[in-house]
């Protein structure tokens, strides 16, 4: 998630629609238009003629003209000053043990260890990818340094930040009755067929709150290990199910099963960076600057420039 007023504004001039912006940083469309009205009234200027997504084009003011073409270059000095400020610290040596939980282990931490190791090349890094759970008790257990979890951490020996934003959606197979329809209500989906992923996995805890929330009546269930799993059961045709939009991105692109919106609702969770609240010192200097690394970049857009590198996450 993005709350950066100025990459926002550069992004809503390039996308050239508020909704597509928000999709494309993984941010609410309140929370886009907050940021360029916040802007606004801190330049005093309208940047755009229109502000609203029922046109077929935004266009600029003179003030947004002007602002756009600085903007581009603020963003391009923060950039450089950042890996220069990187490369005074790439001294930084030792073993790094890092998990993930299985959505974000296996879509975003390859990524951010790949940028880690980039900087940090004398750092030894093994990594684990388990459950929810599994990876919050070995980070109890300091069995691992720092990890990347989705769902919800209530313990008191852990340190825990917010990174950015996942959307959760409901998939369903393309030949589901369901993919008829251009939106879903909660009536639609009682009495379907779910997949679901194992206890201790925070999308099964939250993909559980919400069907209780919902007053959903599940027909039957099937139970599958992993992510991968669970959306090449929806693949096959054996049910729907609720995922990260990260695990499904390929898919979606290849029309090889259909995402649904539901009525009035935007599904969405954090990913959070934990780590135990006590560590040596040689560990904690090197767990510090990993987690300073996740903490001041942009994600999204690092996972796009390794996309665009031929890196397949």
């Not at 950066?4 to 550069?10: E, L, M, R, S």
């Not at 502000?51 to 603020?74: C, M, R, V």
């Not at 000095?77 to 939980?101: A, C, F, H, P, W």
């Not at 959307?167 to 993919?179: D, F, G, K, R, T």
Request: glycine content about 6%.
């Amino acid at each position: 998630m993005i709350n950066d007023p100025i990459k926002t504004f550069v992004t809503v001039v390039e996308l050239k629609k508020f909704s597509h912006t928000a999709e494309e940083l993984y941010l609410s469309n309140t929370s886009v238009n907050a940021q360029i009205e916040c802007l606004e009234q801190e330049l005093e200027a309208k940047l755009f003629n229109n502000s609203s997504d029922s046109s077929n084009h935004l266009e600029l003011t003179l003030a947004g003209e002007i602002y756009y073409k600085y903007a581009k270059q603020i963003i391009s000095l923060q950039d450089k000053s950042k890996e220069e400020i990187k490369n005074l610290t790439n001294m930084v040596t030792g073993s790094l043990r890092v998990g993930g939980s299985y959505t974000i282990g296996e879509y975003i931490l390859p990524f951010a260890v790949t940028e880690f190791a980039a900087h940090y090349p004398g750092v030894e890094i093994e990594t684990s990818i388990a459950n929810t759970e599994e990876i919050i008790q070995a980070v109890r257990r300091n069995q691992l340094d720092v990890a990347l979890v989705e769902g919800e951490v209530n313990h008191t020996d852990i340190q825990i930040h917010s990174i950015m934003e996942d959307e959760i959606i409901l998939v369903v197979p393309n030949q589901h009755p369901l993919a008829k329809l251009p939106i879903a209500t909660s009536e639609h989906l009682q009495d379907q067929v779910w997949i679901l992923r194992e206890s201790g996995s925070g999308t099964r805890a939250f993909s559980d709150k919400l069907i209780k929330e919902w007053g959903i009546n599940v027909r039957k269930s099937y139970v599958f290990g992993s992510g991968q799993a669970v959306k090449q059961a929806v693949i096959a045709g054996l049910g729907i199910a609720l995922v990260s939009r990260w695990i499904v991105r390929k898919e979606l692109n290849a029309k090889e099963l259909k995402s649904l919106r539901i009525k009035g609702k935007r599904l969405t969770r954090s990913f959070y960076l934990i780590e135990p609240k006590n560590q040596n010192q040689e560990t904690n200097e090197v767990t510090e600057a990993f987690t300073e690394q996740l903490l001041g970049q942009d994600l999204i857009t690092s996972w796009r420039k390794l996309t665009k590198k031929g890196i397949d996450l």
